[in-house]
């Protein structure tokens, strides 16, 4: 969603996103009561999101990656639809001026994004899948601050605080990590998120945020329909159990029709910067998800890693 909140009929508060008629390019604080709302949706898809690494990483072995991210959209659209089917066919003329702006959100956050988290499933444990994309955060700052954001030092200091802590859960201790083939394809991933986060500054604002949430959603599994085809082709479908269509309604609902409209939202009411302070908290939840549901041992560095990360968002997120 965009951040030019001026403009947008979906959002009432002040955001990061310096205007023509600004005289400084320090961020601008939303209003508390638009900042509080702001944290907790971005709370909210991040803490849900989190179980998402985990459904990848459980459905490693029974559902190709394609095929998983093509469902996941395909259920997204039908939950998303009796909201939003009507008003986009309304807005019509206004998707097909902006197409090229929304075939590239929807490649980078639909389409790219979660087919590499799945195939990163594949590769690598949730936990690392989680601490990874906590790097996004780090691009999302970074992408502010050549917007002309300032982020101050205060933030700034709990950013790289954060960061370290998850410097320590990747090296695992060591000062020569490993990464897996599955940590790269993560890697990869979370440049696409953050890439997705920035651009929804430029979302045009007369975009309603349903539309523009069914519209990435179709335009991302109709790019996902020919390498869907070709996985079915060579690899074969995948048995429609309780243990596989039930994480995929998960994903399809949750993963994407709430987390994504919570998220664009968050972005719409704090920036992404100060979303991604909150994003950062992603793997101390993936960490906990993974131990209870999958018996991953998040261990003493785990441990170390979580109280560097939690108390690099308090600081960051400090008034």
């Known amino acids: ?71 996941r959209w395909i259920v997204a659209l039908v939950a998303v639809a009796p ?12 998707i097909r001026r902006h197409l090229r702006f929304l075939a590239l959100a929807s490649l980078l956050g639909i389409t790219v994004y979660n087919t590499l988290v799945n195939q990163a499933g594949t590769a690598t444990s949730a936990g690392n899948m989680g601490m990874i994309m906590a790097a996004s955060p780090v691009l999302m700052a970074l992408f502010a601050r050549l917007g002309g954001n300032r982020l101050g030092p205060r933030r700034t200091t709990g950013m ?16 020569t990590p490993d990464f897996a083939t599955g940590d790269l394809w993560v890697m990869a991933a979370a440049v696409c998120f953050a890439s997705y986060s920035a651009l929804l500054k430029r979302r045009p604002a007369e975009l309603g945020g349903l539309v523009f949430l069914f519209t990435t ?16 082709a060579v690899q074969g479908g995948f048995e429609p159990t309780t243990g596989t269509v039930g994480p995929l309604v998960y994903v399809g609902v949750l993963s994407s029709a709430v987390a994504f409209f919570a998220w664009n939202k968050a972005v719409t009411l704090i920036g992404a ?3 991604g302070i909150v994003y950062y908290l992603q793997p101390v939840c993936v960490a906990l998800l993974s131990y209870a549901l999958l018996g991953e041992q998040p261990g003493l560095i785990g441990g170390a890693s979580m109280v560097l990360i939690l108390g690099g968002v308090a600081l960051s997120s400090a008034r």
């Open 160 to 175: 790289l605080i954060a960061c370290a802590g998850v410097l320590l859960l990747v090296s695992k201790g060591s000062l």
């Open 83 to 94: 909201l939003a089917a009507r008003e986009t066919w309304r807005q019509r003329h206004l």
């Open 273 to 275: 910067a100060r979303s």
């Open 1 to 71: 969603m965009s951040l030019d909140t001026a403009r947008n009929p979906t959002a009432s508060t002040a955001t990061d996103t310096p205007t023509a008629t600004d005289t400084a390019v320090t961020e601008r604080p939303a209003p508390a009561k638009g900042a509080g709302l702001g944290v907790l949706l971005a709370l909210l898809a991040t803490v849900v999101w989190s179980g998402s690494f985990v459904v990848a990483r459980a459905l490693h072995d029974t559902v190709p990656p394609v095929q998983a991210a093509f469902w």
């Open 217 to 232: 959603f179709l335009l991302g599994a109709l790019m996902l329909a020919p390498a869907f085809a070709v996985s079915v």
